[in-house]
Every structure is written in C-alpha cells, then in structure tokens.
C-alpha cells in the first residue's frame, strides 16, 4: 500500500516539471513594438512603421547604439502579426514573407549579434489575438522546437482564442516543451490575464514554477486613466500579487508607454517610479529612433533601473493610501530602500507630502539615511529617522527616493 502512495505521489511530482532555465533573475528589460506599433502589416505605404524585420533591426540598432544595451534593456522581441497566415507544408509557424524575407533565424542572428536577446509571441489558441496562426494543443512542441531553432530567447505566449482547460494543460505544455529544447528561452504567460488575475481561478505558485513572467491585467493603453487604472489593480491586490514575485518569476503590468502619445511628462515618471517599486519588466514601447532627450533621461535613469533591478528580487508595496497620495515602499539589498510617492490628483498645482523615516517604518539603522530624488538627480541630505522630509508632487506625478543606510 505505502509503496503503492508513494508510487503515485513520484507519479505526480514527475507531471509537475519545472522550467528550470534559470533566467531573469532580476526584471527583463528591452523593447517591444506592440502599444507603439500595433499590427501595422502595411510596409507598402508606411515602410518604417510596419511590423517587419526593416523595424527590428532599426530598434536592435537603437538599443545596441543609443546607450539602452549597456544599461541592460536587452530584449528585442516581436509581437503579434509577424507569421505568415498559414503555416508551412510541415506545419511549422513561418514568419510573413514580404515582411521578413530573409527568415527569423537570419533576424534572431542579427539581433544576437549587437549583443541583444531575440523575443516572439505566439498564442496558446487557434489564432493570435490578431487572427494569425495561433499554437494549438497538438503543435506546442513543434513550435517550442522552430522557436529554439530560430534562436529565440523569450517566448510570449498569449491566450485570446482558447478557453480555461486549455490554458490549464498548455501552458505547463509549453515549458515543458521549451525546457525539452535545452535551449534556455524565457517564458512570459498571458495566463493570468484572462483568468482575471486572481485566486482561485489563478495558482500563482504553479505559475512560479512555469513561467518567468506573466500578465496578469489588462492591455496597457496609451493614456493616464489605463496606467492609473494598472496601479490601482496592483495595490489593490497586492497580498495576492506581491509574494508570487520573485527572482525569475515577475508579474508583469504590461509596456513602459513612455514616449508614445498619451502620457504627460511627470504621468512617464510615474510609469518609470512605479514599474521600479513593483520589480517590473521594463520593456519600453516606443520609437526608439525620434525618442525625446526627456524621456530617455527617464528611461537612461541609472538609479531608476538599478532600483528595478534589485537583486534581492522582491516587488514593493502601497503602504499608504491618504487624501490622494499613494506611498509605495520597496526593500532593497543592503539595507537600501526606493520610496515612491505619488500624487493622484487630476487638478492644480504641486502638493507637499510631509512624513518621517519612522512613519514610514524605515528604522533598522537608528543613525538615518542618506536620501536621493531619484528622478529629479538630487541629493535630499542625510535625514534622521524623525527629521521631517517633505516631498513637493506634481499633479499625475510622482516623487522617487532612493534611502542609503548611513550604518
Ligand atoms: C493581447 C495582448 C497584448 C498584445 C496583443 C496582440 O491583447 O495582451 O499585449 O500582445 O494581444 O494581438
């Protein structure tokens, strides 16, 4: 009898396979054209802004020359509408020929070549959620295979087209299938997005063990409301979010809309602040090529992404909800902590938020901190633990600061 339990629970411990690849250790960073450039498959009349292989290259060119690379945003990965309508006569994904004539394996060479990581989406369903070619339950591992092939480093595996029970048995098909390929390619799950992001439809700690990142909201869009609106869901669900979050599994809340069309300069930082409290993935979405100097000074932040990149891995908090500020609070290695504070106020001028380290539970070095503006460049002084600290904050805006233990 008890070799026979014993039996069944190796059994089960064998279904439950890990995708070991070890990646992401700290947040992805990199760039991805979806919010930007959306599903423009029309190269014919706008030849620099359709999805195709002319404007892969001319981001990883962006990434590798304008500084991105060295700071680490090292993902170039593609989004929908890159494959061909059908598949090949093997039943393998192709990438649209006119778009990518020379193939994606040429393209994932290039990419590689400037130093960068390759990323690709695909669809756990019978279509993408733009109506390309989607991965069924029977090609998982014949997709896993052309990806690995290619030389992807990342796969984004979207859901639109497929119903729950086939999330629940693809996606742990799919790392498994990627793990089986022994190349390592990061995992992003769009699971938990459409499964409302919660418990009990979403088991956070199996998502942990299959994926080294996932969507959990919904899409970001190019203005303030949706960005305010992403906040607002991860605060509000933040016991559940915040310890599914870790080295090598991020909850992801979607592209960095920085330099697109619809965020007011502070409304960028509060982006940058918040997506660096959260530990998130820092894939921006813009054009790279007519960026403006203000938001790369943003985005080129070196203490922003040193924050993000925190090595001990764990996403920040909302400590404080309080006539329209919001304090979000994030441990860092050595005793350093990032402080965001933002005000979410739509009207009127700047508005000062007065607190203390103590009041802020920031303590365990008695002598004080050393506090910095993070965005702004500045250093606020040495403040002790009952020193008042007075943030000034933007209407839509933020104020970061990064607190150096003087111990
Ligand atoms: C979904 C995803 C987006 C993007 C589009 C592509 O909406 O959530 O991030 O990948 O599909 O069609």
């Known amino acids: 009898m008890l070799s026979f339990a014993l039996g069944v629970l190796l059994g089960l411990a064998a279904c439950v396979s890990l995708l070991d690849n070890g990646l992401l250790r700290t947040p992805p960073m990199g760039w ?15 030849p620099e802004n359709c999805i195709s292989e002319h404007l892969i290259k001319a981001m990883a060119d962006r990434l590798a020359g304008d500084g991105w690379k060295k700071l680490g945003y090292e993902y170039i990965t593609l989004d929908d509408c890159w494959a061909a309508r059908k598949r090949d006569v093997e039943g393998r994904l192709q990438a649209d020929p006119q778009r990518f004539p020379s193939g994606m394996k040429t393209l994932a060479d290039y990419v590689h070549s400037k130093g960068l990581k390759f ?21 998982v591992e014949t997709d896993a295979e052309t990806f690995a092939e290619w030389g992807v480093d990342m796969l984004k595996l979207d859901g639109c087209h497929s119903n729950s029970s086939l999330k629940a048995i693809g996606y742990p098909k799919m790392s498994r299938a990627l793990n089986r390929t022994g190349r390592p390619i990061a995992l992003s799950c769009s699971w938990p997005a459409y499964e409302g992001g919660l418990p009990p439809k979403v088991n956070y700690t199996l998502l942990g063990q299959i994926c080294n990142l996932w969507r959990n909201y919904a899409d970001i869009e190019d203005t303030w409301d949706s960005l305010f609106g ?89 400590v404080a909800r309080k006539q329209n500020f919001e304090v979000w609070k994030r441990p860092l290695v050595n005793g350093q902590y990032a402080i965001a504070v933002l005000n979410n106020c739509t009207d009127g001028a700047p508005r000062s938020f007065a607190t203390t380290l103590r009041l802020l539970d920031i303590s365990s070095c008695r002598v004080g901190y050393k506090i910095y503006s ?28 990064f607190l150096y233990p003087l111990c």
């Not at 695909?122 to 029977?138: E, H, I, R, V």
């Not at 820092?282 to 070196?302: G, H, T, V, W, Y």
């Not at 002084?381 to 943030?391: F, N, P, V």
Request: net charge negative; proline share 6%; glycine share 8%.
């Open 119 to 139: 990323g690709i989406y695909s669809d756990l369903g019978n279509a993408t959620c733009a109506g390309y070619p989607g991965t069924t339950l029977d090609v």
């Open 230 to 318: 992403i906040i607002e869901w991860y605060g509000d669900h933040q016991d559940i979010l915040q310890p599914a979050s870790g080295p090598g599994r991020w909850n992801d809340p979607d592209m960095l809309i920085v330099s697109d069309f619809g965020l007011s300069h502070e409304q960028s930082k509060v982006q940058a602040a918040l997506w660096a409290i959260l530990a998130a993935p820092f894939f921006i979405s813009c054009n790279l090529r007519n960026i403006s100097e203000e938001a790369k000074d943003i985005l080129q932040n070196p203490l922003l992404i040193y924050i993000n990149q925190d090595l001990r891995g764990i996403q920040g908090r909302l």
């Open 32 to 46: 991805e054209p979806w919010v930007r450039f959306k599903c423009n498959t029309d190269c014919k009349r706008d």
């Open 374 to 401: 993070v965005l702004d460049k500045l250093f606020l002084g040495a403040y002790a633990l009952s020193d008042t600290l007075i943030a000034k904050v933007p209407p839509t805006g933020v104020v970061l600061l």
